[in-house]
């Protein structure tokens, strides 16, 4: 008998969201395996959901801004161990000096205070990101710095619900799925 994990998936393109129940996969050579403990959505899980990232394949898992616990190792894995809280997010700041870096590109125009860039010395750049290290950076920066984020919290079993709000625009926060 195998151990499942939970997760809410979208089975096709467009289609609306199923709480599942799916084989939890072991870790290959050099991999970790995560159990997420939340995980963040944002418009970029809209390009998954509504089919519109080229060359998906559906059943498909979206949320790629996960906080949790490494609960197994691959073979030749030496820089990770079990029991380490690791994530993938995002963080900006348009504090004193600060650079707030724009990861996605959102379809409406970037509205910025310029006054309020001028009176911070900060600064607005473009990043295109995603790679591991860019991930390790920023959580490494934030457990350093004391950044954290302000959230929405919602069960996986209102991803729907967690979606839709973020989609809306109506959101205050980052929605975040808790497990």
């Known amino acids: ?5 939970k997760a809410a998936q979208i089975s096709k393109a467009g289609g609306e969201w199923e709480l599942v129940e799916r084989d939890i996969p072991e870790p290959g050579p050099g991999q970790v395996r995560v159990k997420v403990e939340a995980c963040g959505i944002c418009h970029s899980d809209s390009l998954v959901k509504e089919g519109l990232w080229p060359g998906l394949q559906y059943p498909r898992v979206p949320g790629h801004e996960i906080a949790g616990r490494i609960d197994a190792l691959g073979d030749n894995v030496t820089a990770w161990s079990v029991g380490q809280r690791v994530g993938v997010g995002w963080h900006g700041g348009l ?4 650079l707030l870096l724009v990861p996605a590109a959102p379809p409406e125009p970037l509205s910025i205070n310029v006054f309020s860039l001028i009176l911070r010395r900060s600064a607005v750049s473009g990043w295109y990101s995603g790679t ?14 004391g950044v954290h984020p302000m959230i ?13 709000q973020m989609h809306s625009g109506k959101v205050r926060f980052r929605v975040v799925l808790t497990m």
């Open 1 to 5: 008998m195998s151990v499942k994990m």
């Open 95 to 98: 504090s004193p000096n600060g």
């Open 132 to 145: 591991a290290r860019d991930s390790q950076d920023t959580m490494e920066f934030s457990a350093l710095s």
């Open 152 to 164: 929405e919290k919602y069960p996986l079993d209102r991803v729907a619900e967690a979606y839709e």
